[in-house]
């Protein structure tokens, strides 16, 4: 299975985002998944990937060509695929996964993720979108989530395929690999 990830540059303040991250890596790579995710080398892209790899799972990096000038890219990938730009690199990813997951991230990681969502509920995207919902990141999207059910401007049918995980052992019940 690919599972594409989408996650931050960045590291973070929370020291359990490194420690998480990088058994989430070790989990895809032990079981024969491959990564794909955004090829930077840096922050928490960097150590999901490195353990990917350490673990001896194939890693696909998708990064556009204006990351690769700065010096971005993560060497020693299976394979890097430079896109001319952010938009190219999303359609990219979708189109290399079969499951998909938002770690704890920024703007990109939630403009990245989102794109996901919608694609899976107007039924264009047969795969999960799962919110790793580490220490409650992700509570005030699923507020949002149920507010939009609520009034009445999305429903539970819209939103199926859509799930939030707490931890690794939920990731892997909602793959079928509990």
């Not at 955004?38 to 990064?63: F, K, N, Q, W």
């Not at 047969?126 to 699923?142: E, G, Q, R, V």
Request: hydrophobic share 40%; glycine share 12%.
């Amino acid at each position: 299975m690919n599972v594409t990830v989408y996650l931050g540059a960045n590291y973070g303040t929370d020291p359990a985002l490194q420690t998480t991250v990088a058994e989430l890596g070790q989990w895809i790579g032990k079981n024969g998944h491959t990564l794909v995710y955004g090829g930077s080398a840096s922050g928490l892209m960097g150590v999901l990937a490195r353990s990917v790899m350490a673990a001896g799972g194939p890693v696909i990096g998708v990064e556009p060509q204006f990351f690769i000038d700065e010096g971005y890219e993560l060497d020693g990938l299976t394979q890097l695929i430079v896109t001319q730009d952010m938009t190219e690199r999303k359609a990219k990813m979708i189109e290399l996964g079969d499951a998909f997951i938002a770690f704890p991230g920024g703007t990109g990681t939630l403009e990245e993720i989102t794109e996901v969502m919608s694609k899976v509920s107007l039924k264009h995207l047969d795969a999960p979108c799962i919110l790793y919902n580490l220490n409650n990141y992700y509570d005030s999207l699923k507020a949002l989530l149920d507010h939009m059910i609520e009034t009445g401007l999305s429903t539970p049918a819209r939103q199926e395929g859509i799930y939030f995980a707490a931890d690794l052992a939920e990731i892997k019940q909602i793959l079928g690999e509990a």
